[in-house]
């Protein structure tokens, strides 16, 4: 349950992160709103994130991992069409903040394995 809600806090933390650095990235609202993105990011990236790894496991091969920055682009997407407090204005703002949001997950989720 500890590992859930660190995750949760973790992309709730990364969104405001990309949304403090990234012009053309907002979220609209307070603490209330960056938690429930968290949740919806948490839930995206564990349901949606495998099964679209799987179908495009070939094209990830071929680009050397590159093409998860799409994935998660694409999951990013989804919660900006979802949850109608996220704004995404344009490619670049929606690139940068997937970067943001990956590294803050990856060094995430390296702390949560080095605890075990």
Known sequence: MSKLLMRVG???LALYMAAYVIKGFTINGGLIEYMIAGVFL???NAILK??????S???????LGLFLIVINAVILMFADLALGFITIKGFWPLISATIIISLINFL???????DN
Do not use: F, R
Request: proline share 8%; aromatic share 0%.
């Open 108 to 114: 995430l989720e390296s702390s949560i394995k080095n």
């Open 50 to 55: 495998p099964v679209l790894k799987i179908i």
């Open 42 to 44: 948490t839930a995206l």
């Open 10 to 12: 973790g992309n709730a």
């Open 57 to 63: 496991a070939p094209v990830i091969l071929l680009t």
